[in-house]
Nanobody, 123 residues
């Protein structure tokens, strides 16, 4: 499995960005996906996850109501729409895939990881 995250960049506080994660390799449609992020000096943390069918979605409390995770199984692509961005959202964002249908929130539950895309939020 290869995951390629993109869409990061510099945005002003209050602005929006949409991250994408293109997947190749194993069957995309059968597995849950997630987004994590890591700010400088901090541990990587859970952001959002989505089940194989998009029926079940999980968000970290810090992004609930501002971020939206989605997937397009026909395009083998995962998305993260980030609205109302704040300076504390700045981080490297990683997409990940696990070998099960149901989403999870722990790093250890994900088996494959993308390389990360940088999000910078100016105040």
């Amino acid at each position: 499995v290869q995951l390629q995250a993109s869409g990061g960049g510099l945005v002003q506080a209050g602005g929006s960005l949409r991250l994408s994660c293109a997947a190749s390799g194993r069957t995309f449609n059968n597995y849950a996906l997630g987004w994590f992020r890591q700010a400088p000096g901090k541990e990587r943390e859970f952001v959002a996850a989505i089940s194989a069918t998009s029926f079940i979605i999980r968000y970290a409390d810090s992004v609930k109501g501002r971020f939206t995770i989605s997937r397009d199984n026909a395009k083998n692509t995962l998305y993260l729409l980030m609205d109302s961005l704040r300076p504390d959202d700045a981080a490297v964002y990683y997409c990940a895939q696990r070998q099960y249908e149901m989403p999870a929130t722990r790093e250890a539950d994900f088996d494959f990881w993308g390389q990360g895309t940088q999000v910078t939020v100016s105040s």
